[in-house]
């Protein structure tokens, strides 16, 4: 037990925390748990959190301040013995009995348990991040929408179907995501859905536009609405750079679209700015460069070469028709950039990161590697299709994470590499039509 030096101050649910900034003066910040671990008060200190408080009710500002404004990180001046126990600098929060003591630390989700809500829980990113969240203690509502051939296959492979709280949703039907947020009280917001496809933007510029702008400006008007002190992530992406107008692209880099599909994800972009200093919402655009993994779409050029490779290495076809193979991407691993979702709403304030390998390679490059992985020379298979070349390219993607390394701690040196990539997606492929033989 460490008896710590603090002024208790227990609040009663009709108190408002204002009285208790005046009435206290102390380092840092402590929730009081009863027996039960329930959350009975709270101590603060009077400076840091007085601006977001504004003297409103503990009713509504304790939900406040642990969705939004506190952070308790542990440095070198804790308790050794802690330190031992709990990684640095995570966030986590100190909780004392009645009497003012120590019992120990907990992490965020365990005492807020907190709700997350996903669109686009079908996908490939929605699917990781979900994994992700309930490894956190989350509680995942996961929205998905009506198809005549509903699949939860990408949540199916990862074991985690049961684990979710599947909700209805169209992201173009204002009413399905109030609902959505009113069914899942979310502390935080992962909006993921979207038509994602470059190439079928420009044959469906309209619906691409429907559903990644005026769906995104859905979302943010229902948290407006219902539930501002909800955290919002907002999926945006390195199409945003399109004809690129500086190498490698970071969070200035002036933003050039080339496709319906970038230019519907630029105006989600500036609707997530916009939010975020009309209204105060702690709103963030994730830049994310290409990631992918064995659960991405089939259509994507990675997924399509790995595919490909299997089939033609397990006798199934013989030639993979290919467009522009000069394209270069950074490419990532989708499992390890959910991660980086999660960090920007942890962060102190919310604000915009790249995030990316900061390598970059070509379509080529991929082919060249992962038919070489299954012993075969992509040059024997490959044939260039101009039906796959699009009226507008992006002919170069290379991001600098340096904001998230130095911010967020997320580090690319310390994730998946290109190489790697390749083979996991290559491996599981070939496993997928050998045990489908
Ligand atoms: P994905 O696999 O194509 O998943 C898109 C998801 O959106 C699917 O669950 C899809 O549902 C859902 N969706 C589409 N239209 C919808 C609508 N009208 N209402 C509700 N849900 C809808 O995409 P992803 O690779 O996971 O990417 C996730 C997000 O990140 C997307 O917004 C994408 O634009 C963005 N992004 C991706 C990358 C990348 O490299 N993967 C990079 C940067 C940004 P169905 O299953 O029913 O189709
Ligand atoms: N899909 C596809 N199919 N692309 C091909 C092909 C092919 O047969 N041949 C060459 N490519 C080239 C495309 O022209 C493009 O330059 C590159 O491969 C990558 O294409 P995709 O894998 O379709 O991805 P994308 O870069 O257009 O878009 C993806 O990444 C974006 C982030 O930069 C998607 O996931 C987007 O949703 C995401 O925003």
């Known amino acids: 037990m460490y008896k710590e030096n603090l002024n208790k101050f227990i609040l009663n649910q009709d108190q408002k925390i204002s009285e208790a900034l005046q009435a206290t003066n102390m380092l840092g910040i402590a929730f009081v748990t009863a027996d039960n671990g329930k959350l009975i008060g709270v101590i603060t200190d009077g400076d840091i959190r007085r601006a977001g408080l504004r003297g409103r009710s503990l009713d509504s500002e304790v939900s406040h301040i642990m969705n939004k404004d506190f952070f308790y990180a542990i440095d070198e001046t ?72 509903l699949t939860f296959s990408r949540l199916e492979y990862l074991e985690i179907k049961d684990k979710i709280n599947l909700i209805p949703l169209d992201l173009t039907d204002p ?39 005026i769906g995104t400006a859905n979302v943010l008007e229902a948290i407006r609405y219902s539930s501002p002190s909800t955290k919002y992530y907002q999926a945006s992406t390195s199409e945003l750079y399109g004809k690129v107008h500086e190498i490698p692209q970071n969070e200035k880099t002036p933003f050039y679209p080339r496709s319906p599909y970038a230019i519907s994800k630029l105006a989600a972009y500036w609707l997530t700015v916009n939010y975020r200093e009309a209204y105060g919402i702690f709103a963030c655009n994730g830049i994310l460069f290409n990631h992918e993994s064995p659960i991405r779409g089939y259509e994507f050029v990675t997924r399509k070469i790995t595919q490909g490779v299997a089939a033609i290495k397990t006798g199934r076809d013989t030639e993979l028709h290919l467009g522009n193979l000069d394209a270069k991407r950074d490419w990532g691993y989708a499992k390890d950039y959910v991660e980086s979702m999660w960090l920007m709403l942890q962060h102190g304030e919310p604000e915009d990161f790249v995030i990316a390998t900061g390598k970059t390679h070509t379509v080529r490059d991929f082919a060249e590697k992962a038919f070489e992985k299954a012993g075969l020379d992509y040059r024997e298979y490959v044939k260039v299709d101009e039906k796959f070349y699009r009226p507008t390219e992006v002919d170069l993607l290379i991001g600098d994470p340096s904001k998230a390394k130095n911010k967020l701690e997320w580090n690319p040196d310390q994730k998946t590499t290109f190489a790697e990539l390749v083979d996991m997606m290559v491996v599981n492929d070939l496993k997928l039509l050998e045990n489908n033989a």
Do not use: M
């Not at 038509?195 to 702008?213: A, D, E, G, H, K």
């Open 78 to 149: 804790e308790d050794a013995d802690i330190l031992k126990k709990i990684p640095k600098r995570v966030h986590c929060i100190p909780v004392v009995d009645c009497e003012g003591l120590l019992i120990g630390y907990k992490f965020f989700s365990e005492l807020t348990g907190k709700n997350a809500l996903i669109t686009g829980i079908t996908g490939q990113d929605g699917a990781y991040l979900a994994e992700f969240l309930l490894a956190k203690g989350y509680t995942v509502y996961g929205a998905y929408r009506r198809t005549s051939n």
């Open 175 to 213: 009413w399905s995501v109030y609902n959505a947020l009113k069914i899942s009280s979310p502390s935080e917001v992962y909006n993921l859905a979207a038509q994602s496809f470059v190439q079928t933007s420009f044959n469906q510029p309209q619906l691409t536009l429907n559903i990644n702008t």
